[in-house]
């Protein structure tokens, strides 16, 4: 079956400019995490989605948000971007309901955006 | 709270030996994952090998293993035979079930491991 996928998996803004990114998950599966990484703070996790709701939150500011819609996909947008906010972004999808961990969790190929 | 140590930064192997990555963690649930991943300069994070924190045997995958070591809290991972393309990032990862329900991972700071020819 199809993979994880992300788009784009390249793009540059400039400062204060916002983003969007686009995460669509392995078919049958639910839930949706984002996670940054960076080289100074490694892979940080952002959020996650499940059946359109927000589930759990990372430590980041209001300027990183997200949304899940009805087919499972996800966006994740960062508004009035800093030079800081140069990262890989990962998305990771899993069926979300098991209630213990399974193993079955996949990373997409992962956005990389930088700043200038 | 969760956490993964992986204390070696960076692993140099001749290739076609065998090499075995660190991984401690530490946790009190009673139930969690530990994957292995791996990551190119690609950036892509590839899943390679999981063990759950019930599962008796250890886990393998092709040339991958996991020595899990439950009493010590250490989840190995041993590639046999290595190759070139084995060059890599390597994160050690656990996941749990969070407080509002979802799987999350934490993850270890990585090894960069170069296979010599």
């Known amino acids: 079956k199809a993979g994880v996928t992300q788009t784009p998996r390249y793009l540059i803004k400039t400062r204060g400019q916002q983003v969007t990114l686009s995460c669509s998950p392995i078919?049958?599966?639910?839930?949706v995490s984002w996670y940054q990484q960076t080289p100074g703070q490694g892979l940080q996790f952002l959020f996650e989605?499940?059946?359109?709701?927000?589930?759990n939150k990372g430590n980041f500011p209001g300027r990183f948000s997200g949304r899940q819609f009805s087919n499972s996909r996800s966006e994740m947008n960062v508004s009035t971007l800093e030079l800081g906010d140069s990262a890989l972004y990962l998305c990771?999808?899993?069926?979300?309901?098991?209630?213990?961990?399974?193993?079955?969790?996949?990373f997409g190929e992962g956005s990389r955006l930088t700043v200038l | 709270a969760q956490k993964i140590t992986q204390t070696q930064p960076g692993m140099f192997v001749q290739e076609k030996e065998a090499v075995t990555l660190d991984c401690t963690y530490d946790?009190?649930?009673?139930?969690?994952?530990l994957f292995w991943y791996k990551q190119p300069s690609s950036g892509e994070m590839i899943f390679l090998i999981y063990?759950?924190?019930?599962?008796?045997q250890n886990a393998t995958e092709g040339r991958y293993s996991l020595n899990f070591q439950k009493a010590r809290k250490s989840a190995n991972l041993v590639i046999s035979a290595s190759q070139l393309g084995d060059s890599a990032m390597y994160f050690c990862?656990?996941?749990?079930?969070?407080?509002?329900?979802?799987?999350?991972?934490?993850f270890g700071t990585g090894t960069r491991l170069t296979i010599i020819p």
């Open positions: 990771a999808s899993s069926s979300g309901t098991s209630g213990r961990p399974t193993g079955e969790l996949f």
């Open positions: 078919s049958g599966h639910r839930s």
């Open positions: 989605y499940f059946s359109e709701t927000q589930r």
């Open positions: 946790t009190s649930d009673p139930s969690y994952g």
């Open positions: 063990q759950g924190s019930y599962d008796q």
């Open positions: 990862a656990m996941s749990y079930i969070s407080n509002f329900g979802n799987e999350k991972l934490t």
